[in-house]
């Protein structure tokens, strides 16, 4: 089973994919891991193109994968090979409420991950309400080519569903 999950940031992307590894079995990888580099000196330092293809094209050859990220541009081969690709397109509300929620318990060391700050945190919002806007628009183009085998998750309930099927 190859399952593609893409979304906005605050979206679920990687609940989804921890609950469908767990359920199947399944490896999880978080398209961030090839995106950035991880192992540069500084913040925010891109993985070269080469490398993140690298990468990209060994998860791939594996028999089964779920693999999650906002990612749309570099990633058709992903969207080819899935056998599924859940795109989570939630409220505006709900992922402002899930980032802030999550930046909070970061900060107050409840939940690993970047500590963000305030105006990293105002950028992210930003930076994903341009992504429902500009890129969701894109993605739906992109993803047309693959009506059969494409869900589009809209809240909790649809996640729900997902997960007791």
């Known amino acids: 089973m190859k399952i593609h999950i893409i979304g906005c940031s605050g979206s679920g992307k990687t609940y989804l994919?921890?609950?469908?590894?767990?359920?199947?079995?399944?490896?999880?990888?978080?398209?961030?891991?090839?995106?950035?580099?991880?192992?540069?000196?500084?913040?925010?330092?891109?993985?070269?193109i080469e490398k993140r293809t690298e990468l990209l094209n060994k998860i791939l050859e594996n028999d089964s994968w779920i693999i999650e990220g906002v990612y749309y541009a570099w990633v058709g081969d992903c969207f080819r090979d899935a056998d599924k690709i859940y795109v989570l397109d939630i409220s505006k509300r709900v992922y402002t409420y899930r980032i802030i929620k999550r930046a909070i318990k970061r900060k107050l060391g409840l939940e690993k991950g970047k500590k963000e700050t305030l105006k990293s945190v105002y950028n992210l919002l930003k930076w994903t309400d341009t992504f429902q806007n500009k890129s969701m628009p894109e993605i739906r183009k992109i993803l047309a080519e693959y009506p059969s085998k494409t869900v589009w998750l809209r809240n909790k309930r649809d996640v729900a569903n997902i997960l007791k099927g």
């Open 17 to 48: 994919a921890k609950a469908l590894s767990e359920k199947y079995n399944i490896t999880h990888f978080d398209l961030d891991d090839i995106q950035w580099d991880n192992t540069a000196d500084g913040y925010g330092v891109k993985m070269p």
